[in-house]
């Protein structure tokens, strides 16, 4: 017990600033100690999420959103036990962007164990992205996965796929009836949907900027830089 005790003091010691490291011996061990206490703990790592029913397009926005942003280094890894079908896409020292698994007939169990427990649980997840098929328009599976996301006051973004596929006119028919749900119907969700075509790209560009601007890597209020399409993450800008 003793052991483990002098591992966790030597541990937390380590993390100690440099300019901090000189104080014991100035002035008494326990006001050194008291500043050691004060210190902040590590930060976690920003998480989003993407969830979305099987097909709905969310590899291939995933890909989208990466292949126009060739500058960021994207380490892609799998973790063991119950997030295993998870991919987590860490981009630099920024954040994680975690893949869920696809809900749909063939994948209700995982929804449930893995998916609402994992979102459950962190406190570091900033959005929760819910991919919808602008085509299709909110099925009866969005609507659970949309209940899940109030039921845990998860903050979360709408975001309509494949919007290449329809004609304006049934576009413009889904995105309305879409956007009137959100107002009427939601509480946690954005009011802003994101409308994206992983085929043509339209829409992607925004939609990076909300996810850096979320993840506290988009100063906005540096227009020139807020507008440049080749910044995903404005390396300096990290807060
Ligand atoms: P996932 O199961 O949600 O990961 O879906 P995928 O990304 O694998 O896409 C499912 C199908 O939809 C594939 O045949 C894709 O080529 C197609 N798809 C995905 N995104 C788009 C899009 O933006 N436009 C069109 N027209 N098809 C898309």
Same mark, same amino acid.
């Given at each position: 017990?003793?052991?483990?005790?002098?591992?966790?003091g030597?541990g937390?010691l380590?993390?100690?600033?440099a300019?901090?490291?000189?104080?014991?011996?100035?002035?008494?061990?326990?006001?050194?100690?008291?500043e050691?206490?004060?210190?902040?703990?590590?930060?976690?790592?920003?998480?989003?999420?993407?969830?979305?029913?099987?097909n709905?397009g969310?590899?291939?926005?995933?890909?989208?959103?990466?292949?126009?942003?060739?500058?960021?280094?994207?380490?892609i890894?799998?973790?063991?036990?119950?997030?295993?079908?998870?991919?987590?896409?860490?981009?630099?020292?920024?954040?994680?962007?975690?893949?869920?698994?696809?809900?749909?007939?063939?994948?209700?169990?995982?929804?449930?164990d893995?998916?609402? *427990?994992y979102?459950?649980?962190?406190?570091? %997840?900033?959005?929760?992205? +819910?991919l919808? $098929? @602008?085509?299709?328009? !909110?099925?009866?599976?969005?609507?659970?996965?949309?209940?899940?996301?109030?039921?845990?006051a998860?903050?979360?973004?709408?975001?309509?796929?494949k919007?290449?596929?329809?004609?304006?006119?049934?576009l413009?028919?889904?995105?309305?009836?879409?956007?009137?749900?959100?107002?009427?119907?939601t509480?946690g969700?954005f009011?802003?949907?994101?409308?994206?075509s992983?085929?043509?790209?339209?829409?992607?560009?925004?939609?990076?900027?909300?996810? *850096?601007?979320?993840?506290?890597?988009?100063d %906005?209020?540096?227009?020139? +830089?807020a507008? $440049? @399409?080749?910044?995903? !993450?404005?390396?300096?800008?990290?807060h």
């Amino acid at each position: 017990m003793a052991a483990r005790g002098l591992r966790l003091g030597v541990g937390r010691l380590s993390e100690v600033p440099a300019a901090l490291r000189g104080v014991g011996r100035a002035s008494s061990s326990s006001q050194a100690f008291a500043e050691v206490l004060r210190l902040p703990r590590r930060q976690l790592t920003k998480l989003v999420c993407f969830i979305g029913r099987s097909n709905v397009g969310k590899s291939s926005l995933i890909k989208a959103l990466f292949s126009l942003a060739p500058e960021v280094e994207v380490r892609i890894s799998k973790k063991p036990g119950h997030t295993k079908k998870m991919n987590f896409f860490k981009v630099g020292k920024y954040f994680t962007m975690v893949d869920m698994p696809g809900y749909g007939y063939r994948a209700p169990e995982d929804f449930v164990d893995m998916v609402e *427990a994992y979102l459950k649980e962190r406190r570091n %997840l900033k959005r929760t992205f +819910l991919l919808v $098929d @602008s085509a299709v328009g !909110i099925t009866k599976l969005d609507n659970i996965a949309i209940e899940m996301c109030e039921e845990f006051a998860l903050p979360y973004v709408m975001v309509l796929t494949k919007i290449d596929k329809s004609s304006r006119g049934h576009l413009l028919k889904q995105v309305l009836q879409i956007q009137r749900f959100v107002n009427m119907q939601t509480q946690g969700c954005f009011p802003q949907l994101f409308p994206v075509s992983a085929m043509t790209h339209s829409g992607i560009h925004l939609l990076k900027c909300f996810i *850096a601007n979320i993840t506290g890597n988009l100063d %906005l209020t540096v227009p020139s +830089l807020a507008e $440049d @399409s080749k910044f995903f !993450i404005p390396t300096g800008l990290a807060h």
